[in-house]
Protein backbone atom coordinates (compact mmCIF):
# COMPACT_ATOMS: atom_id res chain seq x y z
CA UNK A 1 0.00 0.00 0.00
CA UNK A 2 1.22 3.53 -1.12
CA UNK A 3 -0.02 6.61 0.11
CA UNK A 4 0.10 9.99 -1.91
CA UNK A 5 0.16 13.30 -1.33
CA UNK A 6 0.81 16.54 -3.57
CA UNK A 7 1.76 19.78 -2.79
CA UNK A 8 3.59 22.64 -4.16
CA UNK A 9 0.62 24.32 -6.18
CA UNK A 10 -0.50 27.76 -6.33
CA UNK A 11 -1.52 30.88 -8.30
CA UNK A 12 1.70 32.27 -10.38
CA UNK A 13 1.45 34.31 -13.49
CA UNK A 14 2.25 33.21 -16.96
CA UNK A 15 5.67 32.84 -17.93
CA UNK A 16 6.32 31.56 -14.36
CA UNK A 17 7.69 29.04 -12.58
CA UNK A 18 6.23 26.23 -10.12
CA UNK A 19 7.59 22.68 -8.75
CA UNK A 20 5.33 19.95 -7.49
CA UNK A 21 5.86 17.62 -4.73
CA UNK A 22 4.90 14.29 -4.49
CA UNK A 23 5.44 12.50 -1.04
CA UNK A 24 4.53 8.80 -0.75
CA UNK A 25 4.43 6.62 3.10
CA UNK A 26 4.27 2.86 2.51
CA UNK A 27 6.41 0.05 1.70
CA UNK A 28 8.64 -0.07 -1.14
CA UNK A 29 8.49 3.16 -2.75
CA UNK A 30 11.54 2.80 -4.47
CA UNK A 31 10.22 0.20 -6.57
CA UNK A 32 7.03 2.05 -8.15
CA UNK A 33 6.89 4.40 -11.66
CA UNK A 34 5.06 7.37 -10.76
CA UNK A 35 3.35 9.57 -13.26
CA UNK A 36 1.74 13.20 -12.79
CA UNK A 37 -1.44 13.59 -14.42
CA UNK A 38 -3.83 16.62 -14.47
CA UNK A 39 -7.72 17.68 -15.04
CA UNK A 40 -8.68 21.08 -15.92
CA UNK A 41 -12.12 21.52 -15.33
CA UNK A 42 -14.76 20.25 -17.78
CA UNK A 43 -11.96 17.92 -19.79
CA UNK A 44 -10.43 14.49 -19.46
CA UNK A 45 -7.53 13.47 -17.62
CA UNK A 46 -4.46 13.97 -18.88
CA UNK A 47 -1.13 12.62 -18.60
CA UNK A 48 1.84 14.73 -18.25
CA UNK A 49 4.72 13.40 -16.78
CA UNK A 50 6.14 9.97 -15.79
CA UNK A 51 9.33 8.04 -14.36
CA UNK A 52 10.07 5.00 -14.00
CA UNK A 53 11.73 3.40 -10.69
CA UNK A 54 14.76 4.16 -11.04
CA UNK A 55 14.49 7.74 -12.14
CA UNK A 56 16.46 7.29 -15.31
CA UNK A 57 13.75 6.30 -17.66
CA UNK A 58 11.00 9.49 -18.25
CA UNK A 59 8.65 10.46 -20.55
CA UNK A 60 6.68 13.51 -21.16
CA UNK A 61 3.64 15.02 -22.83
CA UNK A 62 3.84 16.65 -25.94
CA UNK A 63 2.55 19.75 -24.30
CA UNK A 64 5.06 20.27 -21.89
CA UNK A 65 8.13 19.02 -23.24
CA UNK A 66 10.76 21.07 -23.02
CA UNK A 67 8.95 22.88 -19.78
CA UNK A 68 8.50 20.79 -17.26
CA UNK A 69 11.18 18.21 -15.10
CA UNK A 70 10.07 14.92 -13.60
CA UNK A 71 12.43 13.67 -11.12
CA UNK A 72 12.44 11.96 -7.84
CA UNK A 73 14.80 11.26 -5.20
CA UNK A 74 14.03 8.21 -3.92
CA UNK A 75 15.72 8.80 -0.06
CA UNK A 76 12.84 10.96 0.15
CA UNK A 77 10.30 9.03 -1.14
CA UNK A 78 9.35 11.79 -3.32
CA UNK A 79 8.77 12.62 -6.62
CA UNK A 80 8.98 16.50 -8.01
CA UNK A 81 7.87 18.43 -11.20
CA UNK A 82 9.39 21.18 -11.98
CA UNK A 83 7.26 23.43 -14.36
CA UNK A 84 9.15 26.40 -16.10
CA UNK A 85 7.20 29.19 -18.70
CA UNK A 86 3.96 28.05 -17.30
CA UNK A 87 0.93 29.17 -19.64
CA UNK A 88 -2.76 29.25 -19.04
CA UNK A 89 -3.66 26.41 -20.15
CA UNK A 90 -1.86 24.62 -17.80
CA UNK A 91 -4.28 25.51 -15.12
CA UNK A 92 -5.65 22.60 -13.81
CA UNK A 93 -5.37 20.35 -10.57
CA UNK A 94 -2.28 17.78 -10.59
CA UNK A 95 -2.34 14.38 -9.01
CA UNK A 96 0.56 12.45 -9.06
CA UNK A 97 -0.10 8.23 -8.96
CA UNK A 98 2.01 5.50 -8.78
CA UNK A 99 1.91 1.54 -10.14
CA UNK A 100 4.73 -0.98 -10.80
CA UNK A 101 7.86 -0.56 -11.77
CA UNK A 102 7.70 0.69 -15.49
CA UNK A 103 5.22 3.93 -15.99
CA UNK A 104 2.63 4.25 -18.47
CA UNK A 105 0.94 7.34 -20.14
CA UNK A 106 -2.90 5.87 -19.32
CA UNK A 107 -4.52 6.97 -15.67
CA UNK A 108 -6.25 3.97 -15.43
CA UNK A 109 -2.76 1.30 -15.17
CA UNK A 110 -2.43 3.06 -12.24
CA UNK A 111 -3.21 1.88 -8.96
CA UNK A 112 -2.35 4.53 -6.12
CA UNK A 113 -3.53 8.32 -6.76
CA UNK A 114 -3.20 11.31 -4.54
CA UNK A 115 -5.84 13.92 -3.95
CA UNK A 116 -4.20 16.52 -5.93
CA UNK A 117 -3.25 20.23 -5.80
CA UNK A 118 -4.74 23.25 -7.78
CA UNK A 119 -2.14 25.02 -10.65
CA UNK A 120 -3.38 28.29 -11.53
CA UNK A 121 -2.17 30.50 -14.32
CA UNK A 122 -2.87 33.50 -14.60
CA UNK A 123 -2.49 36.03 -18.23
Known amino acids: QVQLVESGGGLVQAGGSLRLSCAASGRSFSSYAVGWFRQAPGKEREFVAA????????TYANSVKGRFTISRDNAKNTVYLRMNSLKPEDTAVYSC????????????????WGQGTQVTVSS
Open 51 to 58: VNWSGGTT
Open 97 to 112: AARGATYSTSPYDYNY
